[in-house]
């Protein structure tokens, strides 16, 4: 309790002297700082600042949606209009890219990893974010920090996105069809000679294994980019403001917007292609049993 208050204290001398210091030490801290922690029961639990800024950024987005969109109209007010406008231009987009019978299940998963972390990205560069805090130890220690700018943070996200891509796949492809898209031959019988066919299978298990690894190393590369993206960034704001805090650090300050908006759609954008590369590709075969079913039965007309 006592630390609380001392950080309460402290935020009334972050005007006139956090933001000197925090252009000076010219970078930003690879670790989130522990604010304070607790104990459920026999387990430790430890809050962070940029736990603390992504539990405000979440908090702050229901909110948000919840005022917009809390009495629908049929002649929608501007806030309602900018909520779907931005819903029905992300629904057209991954639409064609996971499928027409997953992207309804599969929406919401992606329009909330893209705004959450679009949110996050642009949180780190507000006034403030880095540089209130508290002298502790003759340290100081950052209250609120880019969430996306903790590994652990992109970790999460990347497990969450992992979990539901899991999820989906086996809800709409089926085991059957997932091993068979990792594992079956790919070649057509009907034009590669048996000699070449059979053996096939061997080479396509093994292509199938090596499959597995880069699907299970999909979460870190997902992590390490939007981590990487993010935290690089805050380092370069931090070390052209201890140069000069004027002027010099507004061209970088416009580049960040829009790499917060580029790594936000492509981690959007990358979660989307995994689940339609196994579930619309489904849709592919399924399309096409259907057509050859009905070209089936259109020549047994015929015949007859």
């Known amino acids: 309790m006592s630390r609380l208050i001392k950080t309460a204290l402290s ?23 522990e604010l304070f922690s607790f104990h459920v029961g026999s387990w430790p639990v430890s809050v962070t600042n940029s736990m603390l800024t992504s539990w405000l950024v979440a908090l702050g987005l229901i909110i948000a949606i919840r005022i917009a969109i809390r009495r629908p109209q049929l002649v929608p007010s501007r ?3 900018v909520v779907e406008s931005m819903i029905e231009g992300l629904m057209n987009l991954v639409s064609p890219i996971v499928g027409p019978k997953v992207v309804k299940t599969a929406f919401p998963l992606l329009v909330a990893l893209f705004v959450f972390i679009l949110t996050q990205n642009w949180l780190g560069l507000l ?5 209130i805090g508290v002298f502790e130890g003759g340290e100081w220690r950052e209250l609120i920090r880019p969430g996306n700018a903790d590994m652990n943070s992109t970790v999460a996200l990347a497990l969450i996105a992992f979990i539901a891509w899991l999820y989906l796949i086996l809800r709409f492809a089926g085991p059957a069809f997932i091993i068979r898209d990792l594992f079956g031959n790919k070649a057509d019988k009907r034009e590669v000679p048996a000699a070449i066919y059979y053996p096939l299978f061997v080479v396509f298990f093994f292509v199938g294994l090596l499959e597995i690894v880069s699907i299970m190393f999909r979460p870190v590369s997902l992590s390490f980019r939007l981590y990487g993206n993010v935290f690089g960034g805050e380092n370069l ?21 829009l790499v917060g908006f580029v790594q936000a759609f492509v981690f959007t954008l990358l979660v989307s292609v995994y689940i339609g590369l196994i579930c619309n590709h489904g849709d592919d075969h399924t399309h096409d049993a259907d057509h050859g079913h009905d070209d089936h039965k259109e020549g047994e007309a015929a015949a007859h």
């Open 11 to 33: 935020l009334l001398a972050f005007t006139a002297g956090g933001t000197a210091f925090a252009a000076e030490s010219a970078g930003v801290s690879g670790k989130a700082e």
């Open 79 to 81: 806030a309602q209009a």
């Open 127 to 131: 006034p403030g974010v880095g540089t």
């Open 237 to 257: 704001l931090h070390s052209i403001s201890a140069i000069s805090r004027w002027g010099l650090p507004l061209p970088v300050y416009f580049m960040e917007v």
